[in-house]
């Protein structure tokens, strides 16, 4: 083992190696800058809806109404199938 340290320590680093640092830092300092982007446009997109959702709450000048509720298969008929097999 001694050996092959002694050849790694006789080769030249590739200059690769000397640009390593830099190119990770500012890949890093990129992606913070994106973060903070996107947070941005978070917050924006938000105060958008929140905005939107008031002026149109406020544009309905007729208070909501609850409405009276639905069967699924119409109003309610005498010769439905439960009201036949109800005893009389």
Same mark, same amino acid.
């Given at each position: 083992?001694?050996?092959?340290?002694? &050849?790694? #320590?006789?080769?030249?680093?590739?200059? $690769?190696?000397?640009?390593?640092?830099?190119?990770?830092?500012? @890949?890093?300092? /990129?992606?913070?800058?994106?973060?903070?982007?996107?947070?941005?446009?978070?917050?924006?997109?938000? &105060?958008? #809806?929140?905005?939107?959702?008031?002026? $149109?709450?406020?544009?309905?000048?007729?208070?909501?109404?609850? @409405?009276?509720? /639905?069967?699924?298969?119409?109003?309610?008929?005498?010769?439905?199938?439960?009201?036949?097999?109800?005893?009389?």
């Amino acid at each position: 083992m001694d050996k092959e340290l002694r &050849l790694l #320590s006789k080769v030249a680093a590739p200059t $690769a190696l000397d640009t390593l640092d830099d190119r990770i830092l500012s @890949a890093l300092a /990129l992606r913070r800058e994106e973060a903070m982007a996107t947070r941005r446009l978070v917050a924006l997109v938000a &105060l958008f #809806s929140l905005g939107t959702g008031v002026v $149109a709450g406020s544009a309905v000048p007729q208070p909501a109404v609850a @409405a009276s509720p /639905l069967s699924p298969f119409g109003p309610a008929s005498a010769l439905a199938p439960s009201t036949l097999l109800e005893a009389p």
